[in-house]
């Protein structure tokens, strides 16, 4: 069963703390987005990865949000130090690069407050 | 800035009649477009892909694409309760870029 993995599904935090949250791509995919949803604001995308090499973070606040792919398995995106506005479900989706589909994982519901 | 833009809604529609949503984007070199459905409190999933000019058809769902007035629209045919989600029309403009998303359109199909 292919398909997007991450963790934690729901993470309640106090603001000022750091959060860490996982995404372990398809078998085979080598393009890796994070995005953000907000009801205001909707699916925004944060950052995205091809062969592990960020390609495009301008989405991110840089002062607190950094995104990494220690190895093909695993995309992690860090908030230190999260605040309030942080509050949001963050999504993970990978792909092949020339394929045009993206597959979504669960989400991670973050809540700071 | 490539923008994609939905109406809100909601979109309301009796079960069994046809549910018409659109969508309008900002690039006019925008090459691939899509509609995912979102359920509540779940992730987005692909429903379907439309590249070139004119209609789509799988199942109960056509996807129409027209690039000139750069609108996509999906119409749901006999439509189900089932079918009461939040649709998403995504656009990208070349293979290498990340899909930019519209806000939505959140559908209720009254039984």
């Known amino acids: 069963d292919a398909r997007v993995t991450q963790t934690p599904r729901d993470k309640v935090t106090e603001m000022g703390q750091e959060v860490t949250m996982r995404c372990q791509p398809i078998?085979?995919?080598?393009?890796v987005f994070w995005y953000r949803q907000t009801m205001m604001q909707g699916l925004e995308l944060l950052a995205y990865?091809?062969?592990?090499?960020?390609?495009?973070d301008s989405g991110m606040p840089k002062d607190r949000f950094s995104a990494e792919m220690p190895d093909a398995t695993l995309a992690t995106l860090k908030i230190q130090p999260s605040e309030p506005r942080d509050s949001a479900v963050y999504f993970c989706?990978?792909?092949?690069?020339?394929?045009?589909?993206?597959?979504f994982g669960q989400g991670t519901r973050l809540t700071v407050v | 800035q490539k923008e994609v833009e939905q109406n809100s809604g909601p979109l309301s529609v009796p079960e069994g009649a046809i549910a018409s949503l659109n969508c309008t984007y900002s690039?006019?070199?925008?090459?691939?477009f899509f509609w995912y459905r979102q359920y509540s409190g779940k992730s987005p999933e692909l429903i379907m892909s439309?590249?070139?000019?004119g209609d789509k058809e799988d199942g109960r769902f056509t996807a129409q694409l027209n690039k000139a007035s750069q609108y996509v629209s999906l119409l749901i045919r006999d439509s189900q309760p089932s079918d009461s989600a939040t649709y998403l029309c995504?656009?990208?403009?070349?293979?290498?870029?990340?899909?930019?998303f519209g806000k939505g359109t959140r559908l209720s199909v009254i039984a």
């Open positions: 690039d006019r070199g925008s090459q691939s």
């Open positions: 995504a656009v990208r403009y070349s293979g290498n870029t990340p899909l930019v």
């Open positions: 439309i590249y070139s000019n």
């Open positions: 078998l085979g995919h080598n393009t």
């Open positions: 989706a990978s792909g092949r690069h020339g394929d045009t589909e993206a597959f």
């Open positions: 990865f091809r062969n592990r090499a960020p390609l495009d």
